[in-house]
C-alpha cells in the first residue's frame, strides 16, 4: 500500500477481508492516517510510513501493551514522584488514539522532534489549592499584625516619654519586624491566589521571591535578635541595677539595634548573592530541609541554628532574674521590673515556640520515617503553608503580650485617642455654631425687610 497517495479507506469490512493481517506499510501516503477499524485488527502488530504532522512523518507504529501507553491513551496525564510539584504531559490526539488501541511509536520517544512539537509538558502542583486554602487565614492575622504592630511603632516614635524609654525601643523594633513579616505573608498569599501555579513559576518565582524572602528572614531575624535584646535589658535592669555603667542606655540601644539590622541585612542578602536560594519552593522561603544543593542546605541549617542558640541563650538569663528577684524579697523596685520581665518572659516564649515548630518539623523529616506514612497534601502543609501562617499569628500576638499591657504605653494610646475624638467633636461643635449664626443673620434680614 505504500506510495499509493491512499485519501480514504473503507474501514467497515476490513476485519473480515483481511483477518490475518499483521504489518501495513503505507509509506508515502501522507494523506491518509490509520482508522479505529485498522488498528483494531485482532493480529496487526506494526504499520509502517504513518505521517500525522510536518515533525512524526514515516513513524513505525508497533503494538505493545506497556503501563506508558496506557497512560498516554487518556490524552494527558501528570508525574509527581511522591511529591507536590511534577509535570503534565499532553498529548495529540492522534498520538493519543495510537495508544488507545495499544500502538506506540519510536517517534514519540523523548527528545525527538516528534516528541518536542506532538507533546505540550506544563507544570502542575497538586497540593496548590489545599494549601492556598490555609494561607487563607494570613488575610486575618496578617492584617491584624500590620495593624497593631504598626500602631506600636508609629506612638512609640511620636511620644517622646516612649521614645525615650529603652525597652519601649526594642519594642518598637521588633513591632516593625512583626510589620514585615505580615507583609511578607499578605504579599504571598495574594500572589498564590492570584496566579496559578504556572504562573506563579514564571512570573513570580524568578522575579519577586528574592523581595518577598527578604522581607520574611529581615523580620524573623529581627524578632529573635530583638528578643534577646529585651531579655538582656531586662537581666541588667534586675540583676545589676545598682551598677549604672552595666546599664543600657539611649546610646547603646541604638547602637545594639544598628548593628542587629546590619547583620539581619547580611544574613538577608546572601541567598540573594548566591549562598542559599529563595526560589526552591513556592513560599520564597530559604529554609530547605532537602540536601541536593550543598549550599542551600548549608544556609539553611546555619540560619536554623543561630535562631535556635539565640533563643536558648535567653533561658540561663532569665533564670538568674528570678533567681535574684526571689532573693531580694519584697524590695518595690525589684517587683515591678520582676512583673516587667514576666512579660517580655512570655513574649519571648512565645516566639521561641513558634520559631521551633518549623525546626523541629524539619528535623523529623531528615532524620525520621515519621512524614512517610502522611499523605502528599498533609506532609506539604506541615512544612510549607503552615509555618507561615503560624509566623504570621506569632507576629500578630506579639504586641498583645506586651506593648498593649504597658501602662505607659496605654496612657499614651488613649490620650491621642481622646485627643482624636475631642478634636472630632471641636469641628462638630464650631460646624454647628457656624450654621446657628448664618440662620440667625437671615433671620435678622427678614425682620428688616
Request: proline share 3%.
Amino acid at each position: 500500500m505504500s506510495l499509493n497517495d491512499i485519501i480514504w479507506w473503507e474501514g467497515n469490512t476490513v476485519a473480515i477481508q483481511l483477518p490475518s493481517l499483521q504489518v501495513i506499510d503505507i509509506t508515502g501516503n501522507h494523506r491518509w492516517k490509520p482508522t479505529k477499524q485498522v488498528l483494531e485488527l485482532p493480529v496487526l502488530q506494526k504499520i509502517r510510513g504513518v505521517t500525522w504532522s510536518e515533525s512524526c512523518q514515516n513513524c513505525t507504529l508497533i503494538k505493545n501493551f506497556s503501563n506508558e501507553l496506557i497512560k498516554r491513551s487518556k490524552g494527558s496525564y501528570a508525574e509527581h514522584g511522591g511529591w507536590c510539584r511534577g509535570l503534565k504531559f499532553s498529548f495529540g490526539k492522534h498520538a493519543a488514539e495510537f495508544a488507545l488501541h495499544n500502538f506506540s511509536s519510536q517517534c514519540l520517544s523523548k527528545k525527538t522532534k516528534c516528541y518536542d512539537s506532538d507533546v505540550q509538558i506544563t507544570k502542575v502542583h497538586r497540593c496548590w489549592k489545599a494549601d492556598n486554602d490555609v494561607l487563607n487565614l494570613i488575610y486575618i492575622f496578617g492584617t491584624l499584625d500590620i495593624f497593631l504592630n504598626g500602631i506600636v511603632v508609629a506612638l512609640t516614635l511620636s511620644a517622646s516619654c516612649l521614645r525615650g524609654n529603652v525597652t519601649m525601643k526594642f519594642i518598637a523594633n521588633l513591632a516593625f519586624s512583626d510589620v514585615l513579616i505580615g507583609l511578607y505573608g499578605i504579599l504571598i498569599a495574594i500572589s498564590r491566589r492570584v496566579f496559578s501555579y504556572p504562573e506563579f513559576e514564571s512570573k513570580i518565582l524568578p522575579y519577586f521571591c528574592f523581595f518577598f524572602g527578604f522581607l520574611w528572614v529581615l523580620g524573623a531575624f529581627m524578632t529573635t535578635v530583638t528578643s534577646v535584646l529585651l531579655t538582656y535589658e531586662r537581666y541588667v535592669v534586675i540583676v545589676y541595677g545598682m551598677v549604672p555603667n552595666k546599664r543600657i542606655n539611649a546610646r547603646k540601644a541604638f547602637l545594639y539595634l544598628v548593628a542587629s539590622w546590619v547583620l539581619a541585612t547580611t544574613v538577608a542578602i546572601l541567598p540573594i548573592a548566591g549562598i542559599g536560594s529563595y526560589t526552591t519552593n513556592t513560599f520564597c522561603l530559604p529554609i530547605q530541609p532537602s540536601r541536593k544543593v550543598a549550599s542551600i542546605f548549608g544556609y539553611s541549617v546555619g540560619i536554623t541554628l543561630l535562631g535556635v542558640v539565640l533563643y536558648l541563650s535567653t533561658i540561663p538569663l532569665y533564670i538568674q532574674i528570678f533567681l535574684y528577684a526571689r532573693k531580694s524579697g519584697s524590695q518595690i523596685g525589684i517587683k515591678r521590673d520582676k512583673v516587667l520581665a514576666k512579660r517580655i518572659a512570655i513574649l519571648v516564649f512565645s516566639n521561641m515556640v513558634f520559631c521551633f515548630f518549623p525546626t523541629i518539623t524539619g528535623l523529623l523529616w531528615q532524620l525520621t520515617p515519621a512524614f512517610k506514612n502522611l499523605n502528599v497534601i498533609t506532609r506539604e502543609i506541615l512544612v510549607g503553608p503552615l509555618p507561615v501562617v503560624l509566623y504570621t499569628v506569632n507576629s500578630f500576638i506579639n504586641p498583645l503580650l506586651y506593648a498593649y499591657r504597658n501602662d505607659r504605653f496605654k496612657q499614651v494610646f488613649m490620650r491621642k485617642l481622646t485627643s482624636r475624638q475631642t478634636s472630632s467633636s471641636s469641628v462638630g461643635q464650631a460646624s454647628r455654631g457656624s450654621n446657628k449664626t448664618s440662620t440667625t443673620k437671615r433671620f435678622v434680614n427678614l425682620e428688616q425687610l
